[in-house]
């Protein structure tokens, strides 16, 4: 009898490892492995998920209707041309799952986020990565590898883990010499806390390109990963395709209800913000006094170099698990020497970079850390 096996390409999957969130034999945990939001969400956002206990047995609306007129109204943005998703992750694998198969490649940053390798293979489609420079991506790299069969590109504006972005002007240089036949999707996961002015998350050049998709989620300024929520804004053709393979109730009413709740509540998400402009800056100053070496960050997450001479990612990563300190170990993405830290609660931050300090064996800095 034949054995049962997978389509070709499955099994070469490395199963995306998410960030831990405990630690044998700790029972206090700094957990800053995962871009969650230290704030957590708006209690709006809890109230309109407590909201929905008693109608558990009601299937959820499956065009998520007053979400996607939600999301219009706060962007500006047309709601038919919006497809909400479990996540974005689901959003990210239904458009490689709908534009690319067997013998087609899916081109990204080569230190880009790594769901786009893992959805590429789990349709048989071969992942490309095109060099970086500075760990940003570099569009002049990623043109020089679109091939015949380059079907999609993938672009995180800005990166995870690297932080990095490019500002408008260089997406719009990658889009102008993209082919039509290549979709570009640019993945603005943390693109409300960036607050430059050269940037631009891209909704814009969805509207006025049949080939361009942005893709957004609930998980990280609004505080409702658990709920998994996320959104795309595409051109219309590209919405209709994923209306047609999305299941039909892909995103629950809790978190319908809960994104709505979380968008309306301004100031919740300005606290958010406002936090992240605090303490990233804060943190990235602090490490960097330590001899170690933070890679400017438009996210809530800062990724951490640690040369040679510290002892290197690894011994850190341990020492500060001892300490109950949970960053994220980023050989994965081809950075063995570096964390990547998000940025967590004002007594986290103070409490890890009093780790690190112990760590690198540096003396307090003077003049009080806030
Ligand atoms: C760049 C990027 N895209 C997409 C996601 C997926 O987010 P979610 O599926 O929670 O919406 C993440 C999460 O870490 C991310 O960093």
């Known amino acids: 009898m034949m054995a049962l096996t997978p389509r070709p390409g499955i099994m070469s999957i490395a199963p995306y490892v998410g960030g831990e969130s405990s630690l044998p034999g700790q029972n206090r945990i700094i957990k800053l492995a995962s871009n969650e939001s230290p704030l957590g969400p708006s209690p709006r956002a809890v109230e309109a998920y407590k909201a929905l206990a008693s109608e558990l047995h009601r299937y959820p609306d499956g065009g998520a209707v007053a979400l996607r007129a939600a999301l219009g109204r706060h962007h500006a943005l047309e709601p038919s041309r919006i497809v909400c998703g479990a996540g974005s992750d689901e959003l990210i694998g239904l458009l490689v799952r709908a534009y690319a198969g067997p013998g087609d490649e899916v081109l990204y940053s080569r230190h880009g986020f790594l769901m786009y390798p893992i959805a590429a293979q789990s349709v048989g489609a071969t992942p490309v990565t095109a060099p970086e420079r500075d760990l940003t991506a570099d569009v002049d790299a990623l043109l020089a590898r679109v091939t015949p069969r380059t079907r999609i590109l993938f672009l995180a504006n800005p990166n995870n883990p690297t932080g990095s972005y490019l500002p408008s002007a260089e997406v719009k240089r990658l889009r102008d010499r993209l082919a039509p036949d290549v979709l570009l999707v640019l993945d603005a996961a943390y693109a409300e806390y960036v607050t430059r002015a050269d940037y631009d998350a891209g909704a814009g050049m969805v509207e006025s390109h049949d080939n361009v998709v942005m893709v957004r989620t609930f998980s990280k300024i609004y505080g409702l990963a658990a709920l998994r929520i996320g959104w795309a804004y595409c051109p ?16 629950g009413a ?59 990612a690894d011994k850190a990563l341990a020492f500060l698990n ?46 009080g850390s806030r």
């Open 236 to 251: 219309p053709a590209i919405a209709d395709v994923l209306n047609r393979v999305r299941g039909p109730f892909n995103t």
């Open 254 to 312: 809790a978190a319908q209800a809960a994104a709505v709740a979380a968008l309306e509540d301004r100031a919740h998400t300005e606290k958010a913000r406002a936090h992240n402009d605090r303490w990233l800056p804060w943190f990235s100053k602090q490490v960097e006094a330590l001899g170690l070496i933070p890679h400017p960050s438009l996210c809530n997450f800062v990724l951490v170099q640690f040369p040679e001479a510290t002892g290197g």
């Open 322 to 367: 001892g300490r109950g300190v949970i960053p994220r170990r980023m050989a994965g993405y081809g950075l063995p020497d570096c964390l990547r830290f998000t940025i967590g609660t004002a007594e986290e931050m103070e409490a890890t970079v009093a780790a690190l300090r112990e760590f690198t064996g540096r003396r307090p800095e003077t003049g």
